[in-house]
Protein backbone atom coordinates (compact mmCIF):
# COMPACT_ATOMS: atom_id res chain seq x y z
CA UNK A 1 0.00 0.00 0.00
CA UNK A 2 1.18 3.29 -0.99
CA UNK A 3 1.40 6.13 1.65
CA UNK A 4 -1.08 8.82 1.49
CA UNK A 5 0.20 12.48 1.19
CA UNK A 6 -0.64 13.32 4.84
CA UNK A 7 1.39 10.37 5.93
CA UNK A 8 4.41 11.58 4.54
CA UNK A 9 3.80 15.20 5.65
CA UNK A 10 3.41 14.12 9.44
CA UNK A 11 6.95 12.29 10.49
CA UNK A 12 4.95 10.81 13.36
CA UNK A 13 3.55 8.96 10.98
CA UNK A 14 6.14 7.10 8.75
CA UNK A 15 8.42 4.38 9.18
CA UNK A 16 11.81 6.55 8.67
CA UNK A 17 14.02 7.25 11.76
CA UNK A 18 15.61 10.31 11.56
CA UNK A 19 19.35 10.45 11.09
CA UNK A 20 21.59 11.23 14.07
CA UNK A 21 22.46 15.08 14.33
CA UNK A 22 25.48 14.54 12.67
CA UNK A 23 25.20 12.11 10.46
CA UNK A 24 25.63 14.72 7.05
CA UNK A 25 28.32 16.86 8.72
CA UNK A 26 31.31 15.40 7.26
CA UNK A 27 33.43 18.51 8.10
CA UNK A 28 32.66 18.59 11.88
CA UNK A 29 34.90 16.90 14.09
CA UNK A 30 34.06 13.76 15.93
CA UNK A 31 34.25 15.91 19.17
CA UNK A 32 31.84 18.41 18.29
CA UNK A 33 29.57 15.75 16.64
CA UNK A 34 29.56 13.97 20.28
CA UNK A 35 28.37 17.11 21.95
CA UNK A 36 25.92 18.18 19.62
CA UNK A 37 24.29 14.56 20.18
CA UNK A 38 24.56 14.82 23.65
CA UNK A 39 22.53 18.35 23.64
CA UNK A 40 20.22 16.88 21.94
CA UNK A 41 19.44 13.65 23.59
CA UNK A 42 18.76 16.06 26.92
CA UNK A 43 15.57 16.79 25.99
CA UNK A 44 13.38 19.12 29.23
CA UNK A 45 10.25 17.85 30.92
CA UNK A 46 6.96 19.49 29.83
CA UNK A 47 5.87 20.03 33.45
CA UNK A 48 9.41 21.37 34.03
CA UNK A 49 9.07 24.04 31.95
CA UNK A 50 5.57 24.84 32.87
CA UNK A 51 7.33 25.58 36.15
CA UNK A 52 9.82 27.43 35.15
CA UNK A 53 7.45 29.86 33.81
CA UNK A 54 4.94 30.08 36.00
CA UNK A 55 7.51 30.71 38.56
CA UNK A 56 8.93 33.72 36.50
CA UNK A 57 5.32 34.96 35.60
CA UNK A 58 4.71 35.13 39.56
CA UNK A 59 8.09 36.94 40.04
CA UNK A 60 7.14 39.52 37.62
CA UNK A 61 3.55 40.23 38.92
CA UNK A 62 4.64 40.47 42.56
CA UNK A 63 7.60 42.82 41.96
CA UNK A 64 5.03 45.99 41.31
CA UNK A 65 3.41 44.94 44.32
CA UNK A 66 6.27 45.25 46.13
CA UNK A 67 7.42 48.77 44.86
CA UNK A 68 3.47 50.42 46.13
CA UNK A 69 3.49 52.38 49.52
CA UNK A 70 2.37 50.36 52.24
CA UNK A 71 2.32 50.67 56.34
CA UNK A 72 5.49 51.17 57.40
CA UNK A 73 7.57 52.15 54.25
CA UNK A 74 9.77 55.73 55.51
CA UNK A 75 7.13 57.67 53.35
CA UNK A 76 3.75 56.45 54.98
CA UNK A 77 4.24 58.02 58.49
CA UNK A 78 2.67 60.30 60.08
CA UNK A 79 4.33 63.75 61.30
CA UNK A 80 3.06 65.97 63.15
CA UNK A 81 2.32 69.59 62.43
CA UNK A 82 5.61 71.76 62.23
CA UNK A 83 6.91 74.31 64.28
CA UNK A 84 5.33 77.01 61.37
CA UNK A 85 1.78 75.36 61.43
CA UNK A 86 2.68 73.28 57.60
CA UNK A 87 2.47 69.97 56.80
CA UNK A 88 6.24 68.38 57.28
CA UNK A 89 7.20 65.57 54.87
CA UNK A 90 10.24 63.87 54.23
CA UNK A 91 12.99 65.26 51.45
CA UNK A 92 16.50 62.92 51.22
CA UNK A 93 18.19 63.51 54.68
CA UNK A 94 16.20 66.89 55.20
CA UNK A 95 12.88 67.33 56.26
CA UNK A 96 10.71 70.01 54.45
CA UNK A 97 7.75 71.91 55.95
CA UNK A 98 4.80 73.11 53.73
CA UNK A 99 3.02 76.23 54.76
CA UNK A 100 0.59 77.82 52.23
CA UNK A 101 -1.10 81.43 52.90
CA UNK A 102 -3.42 82.90 50.31
CA UNK A 103 -0.88 82.94 47.15
CA UNK A 104 2.34 82.96 49.62
CA UNK A 105 4.35 79.50 49.11
CA UNK A 106 6.90 78.81 52.36
CA UNK A 107 9.12 75.93 52.86
CA UNK A 108 11.03 75.80 56.06
CA UNK A 109 13.89 73.14 56.02
CA UNK A 110 15.50 70.71 58.98
CA UNK A 111 17.92 68.11 59.34
CA UNK A 112 16.92 64.88 60.56
CA UNK A 113 16.70 65.79 64.26
CA UNK A 114 14.50 69.03 63.25
CA UNK A 115 16.84 71.52 63.78
CA UNK A 116 16.24 74.82 61.62
CA UNK A 117 18.99 74.48 58.36
CA UNK A 118 20.25 77.44 57.10
CA UNK A 119 18.70 78.37 53.34
CA UNK A 120 21.19 80.36 52.06
CA UNK A 121 22.46 79.06 48.17
CA UNK A 122 19.22 76.62 48.40
CA UNK A 123 16.54 77.02 45.47
CA UNK A 124 13.17 75.23 45.42
CA UNK A 125 10.58 74.39 42.52
CA UNK A 126 7.13 73.74 44.35
CA UNK A 127 4.58 71.91 41.86
CA UNK A 128 1.13 72.37 43.31
CA UNK A 129 -2.44 71.39 42.45
CA UNK A 130 -5.19 73.16 44.31
CA UNK A 131 -8.54 72.53 42.48
CA UNK A 132 -8.43 71.46 39.01
CA UNK A 133 -4.63 73.72 38.37
CA UNK A 134 -1.85 72.51 38.82
CA UNK A 135 0.97 75.75 39.40
CA UNK A 136 4.58 75.89 39.13
CA UNK A 137 6.13 78.46 41.84
CA UNK A 138 10.33 78.96 41.99
CA UNK A 139 10.97 79.63 45.55
CA UNK A 140 14.26 81.76 46.37
CA UNK A 141 15.96 81.89 50.22
CA UNK A 142 14.01 85.00 52.36
CA UNK A 143 14.75 84.96 56.08
CA UNK A 144 15.38 81.16 56.98
CA UNK A 145 12.81 80.04 54.64
CA UNK A 146 12.09 78.76 51.00
CA UNK A 147 9.37 81.44 49.90
CA UNK A 148 7.36 81.99 46.50
CA UNK A 149 4.42 83.55 45.11
CA UNK A 150 1.76 81.90 42.94
CA UNK A 151 -0.56 83.74 40.76
CA UNK A 152 -3.81 82.82 42.78
CA UNK A 153 -4.80 81.29 46.15
CA UNK A 154 -3.73 78.04 46.62
CA UNK A 155 -5.87 77.06 49.75
CA UNK A 156 -4.87 75.25 52.45
CA UNK A 157 -3.66 71.94 51.66
CA UNK A 158 -2.59 72.15 47.86
CA UNK A 159 -1.13 68.73 47.35
CA UNK A 160 2.05 68.31 44.82
CA UNK A 161 5.49 68.19 45.23
CA UNK A 162 8.86 70.71 46.13
CA UNK A 163 12.03 69.67 44.42
CA UNK A 164 14.95 71.56 46.27
CA UNK A 165 18.30 71.77 45.87
CA UNK A 166 21.43 72.55 48.02
CA UNK A 167 24.02 74.58 47.16
CA UNK A 168 26.67 71.96 46.53
CA UNK A 169 23.82 70.81 44.11
CA UNK A 170 22.45 67.68 45.69
CA UNK A 171 18.96 67.90 45.40
CA UNK A 172 15.99 66.16 46.75
CA UNK A 173 11.97 65.91 46.69
CA UNK A 174 9.33 66.54 49.03
CA UNK A 175 5.20 64.98 48.11
CA UNK A 176 2.80 66.25 50.18
CA UNK A 177 -0.31 64.07 49.00
Known sequence: MKPSRLDAADPRRT????????????????????????FHSVRRKP?????????????LF????????????????????GPNGGRVEGAGSWHAEL????ETVSVYLTDGDGKPLPVEGFSAVAILKSGAK???IPLSPEGGRLT???????????????RITAPGG????????
Open 170 to 177: AAASARFD
Open 99 to 102: VTRA
Open 47 to 59: LNRALQCAVLALA
Open 15 to 38: SRKRAAPCADRRQQSAVSCERESE
Open 148 to 162: GKADTALGERPTGAV
Open 62 to 81: AAPAGAQHHRGSPHDHDHPP
Open 134 to 136: AVR
